[in-house]
């Protein structure tokens, strides 16, 4: 059985770091679409919560939560996500289906 690849991203920080992250999964609340990464090089330092939105040329872009409060709402969102109490959607790869 083959593994399953993940979705990942490359994101730099401030210093000019670059850091790899896998994708967790996506979600909505209240209009605003987010999604969760994992730091892949350290998995400790816990998830990174983002913005995300299409650009132009179906481009993904991803964009801080500046507002405290709006990242804590979607933090507990995002926790009752992983706790499995509401559905949350991956970025799997689709299955390829036997013609």
């Given at each position: ?19 790899e ?19 892949t090089e ?31 709402e ?26």
């Amino acid at each position: 059985m083959p593994e399953e690849e993940s979705l990942c991203f490359i994101l730099e920080d401030d210093k000019g770091m670059e850091h790899e992250y896998e994708v967790i999964g996506t979600f909505t609340l209240e209009d605003r679409d987010y999604i969760a990464l994992l730091p892949t090089e350290d998995p400790e330092d816990g998830v990174k919560l983002l913005h995300f939105f299409g650009g132009a040329e179906d481009e993904l872009l991803l964009e801080p939560i500046a507002d405290d409060q709006e990242y804590q709402e979607a933090a507990s969102a995002f926790e009752d996500l992983f706790n499995g109490n509401i559905p949350v959607d991956l970025f799997d790869e689709e299955e390829n289906e036997d013609e």
